[in-house]
């Protein structure tokens, strides 16, 4: 089966790559793992060659590539509504009738559009949708409301109230259109492949037919864990986007309180800009300087991944404070194996990872103080801490076994076969 994987951006091609990106290219070495020929239509490189080492790569420019003074604003019509790219999909009719695939797998696809979706039906080629975040029923991508809980309202005008008060007519246009237009496209998607079982609860409250949802969990490259070492590891460990839903200031507050009594702990935050969080970023800033000298070092910007495994397993504990709904967060993934210690917010998927005071630490994913607690008995007891880790590693060993996940993908793919 040849199967072609389309994704918004490619870990190698693109300097904005994050989880998700990670993700699909997992899942396409999955493929390749079962015998299936694979490649991948995504927006131009705009990293040097060589692009994506080892993955056969289709760029496809879309209709901001020919109006770039409206990049910014095709990029947010597009993110809120405007989910036909006619550029894309011309090039995505040419790419399907080049290659002739089998099958269209996407993971996100916000820049490229639905425009894919309607290509390949065009093309009579079956569509599956990784669902890496809640794009298609939310703008913000996290199911969050503005007051702290998680919301089942799903899109719609009143999502006004969590979006940034700019041009607030257009968006309520927008808003008030969103549903009824994302959902004649998800209606075509043939299958939705999910990477835990919360992920599948939210898709059915969508009003997703529980038969057209298959849960695939997340596997990572099965590299040697680094042994435990009890009682050398001071840093805490921050990987992540800078943006709200991902906690860095809840973490920030909790090392506020956990330097009052435990003075040897330090912090490595890892992070990335992203669109459209200016004020959080100014916010973190400020944060930073209540901060006594040297708890916090922040790194703005990509790194290898050789180095960030690196840090995973020199970390006294990977901390992950997301503020919303994540469903399988691959940097527990790579911490449980690792055999590093993990404490993540009780929010989610994450629960289905890590079980408190077994195979990690769980603290109330928006209490700076609980997230202080969870760091300071790491410190403090570092033989529960690497028993812990240990028991994730095993855990993670069976679960997520690269073997076990990539036949559970070719059953998923196989079974269009037979159609």
């Known amino acids: 089966m040849k199967i072609a994987f389309a994704t918004n951006y490619l870990p190698g091609c693109h300097s904005h790559s994050g989880g998700a990106e990670q993700a699909i290219l997992q899942t396409a070495r999955l493929a390749r793992q079962k015998?299936?020929?694979?490649?991948?239509?995504?927006?131009?490189?705009?990293?040097p060659p060589p692009a994506a080492p080892g993955e056969?790569?289709?760029?496809?420019?879309?209709?901001?590539?020919f109006l770039p003074f409206l990049k910014k604003f095709i990029g947010i019509a597009k993110w809120y509504l405007l989910q036909f790219d006619p550029v894309v999909y011309l090039a995505a009719r040419k790419s399907f009738a080049e290659n002739k695939p089998d099958l269209l797998h996407c993971g996100n696809m916000q820049f490229l559009t639905f425009a894919l979706i309607a290509a390949a039906r065009h093309s009579r080629i079956p569509v599956i949708v990784s669902v890496y975040d809640y794009w298609y029923f939310c703008p913000l991508t996290t199911?969050?409301?503005?007051a702290g809980g998680c919301c089942r309202k799903f899109h719609g005008v009143g999502c006004l109230r969590c979006l940034?008060?700019?041009?607030r007519p257009v968006q309520a246009v927008f808003l008030a259109l969103r549903k009824s237009v994302f959902d004649f496209f998800i209606r075509q998607i043939d299958r939705f492949i999910v990477l835990s079982d919360s992920s599948f609860a939210i898709l059915t409250s969508y009003g997703i037919p529980e038969e057209k949802i298959g849960l695939v969990r997340l596997p990572v490259d099965a590299d040697t864990p680094a042994p435990a070492i009890p009682g050398e590891r001071k840093n805490f460990l921050f990987i992540g986007w800078l943006q709200?839903?991902?906690?860095l200031h809840i973490l920030i507050q909790a090392m506020?309180?956990?330097?009052?009594?435990?003075?040897q702990a330090r912090l490595d935050?890892?992070?990335?800009?992203?669109?459209?969080?200016?004020?959080?970023?100014?916010e973190i800033a400020r944060q930073m300087t209540e901060l006594p000298a040297g708890k916090l070092n922040l790194v703005n910007g990509r790194m290898q991944r050789a180095d960030i495994k690196r840090m995973i397993e020199n970390a006294a504990a990977v901390v992950v404070p997301e503020?919303?709904?994540?469903?399988s967060p691959l940097i527990v993934i790579e911490a449980m194996r690792a055999g590093t210690p993990v404490i993540a917010g009780n929010i989610g998927g994450i629960p289905e990872f890590i079980e408190h005071g077994k195979t990690g630490y769980l603290a109330r994913h928006d209490d700076p103080a609980d997230f202080a607690t969870q760091m300071a008995f790491v410190l403090d007891n570092p033989g529960a801490a690497g028993e812990c880790s240990r028991a994730a590693l095993k855990k993670a060993e069976t679960m997520l076994s690269r073997e076990l996940i990539a036949d559970t993908l070719n059953r998923e793919y196989c079974s269009w076969i037979q159609r």
């Open 323 to 327: 503020q919303w709904e994540n469903m």
């Open 244 to 247: 709200k839903r991902k906690g």
């Open 35 to 47: 015998g299936h020929e694979t490649y991948f239509i995504t927006l131009p490189a705009d990293l």
């Open 164 to 167: 940034p008060a700019v041009l």
């Open 256 to 263: 506020k309180q956990l330097a009052v009594k435990r003075p």
């Open 269 to 282: 935050a890892i992070v990335q800009n992203v669109l459209w969080e200016k004020d959080y970023e100014t």
């Open 56 to 65: 056969s790569v289709a760029p496809v420019r879309g209709i901001e590539s």
């Open 143 to 146: 199911l969050f409301d503005v």
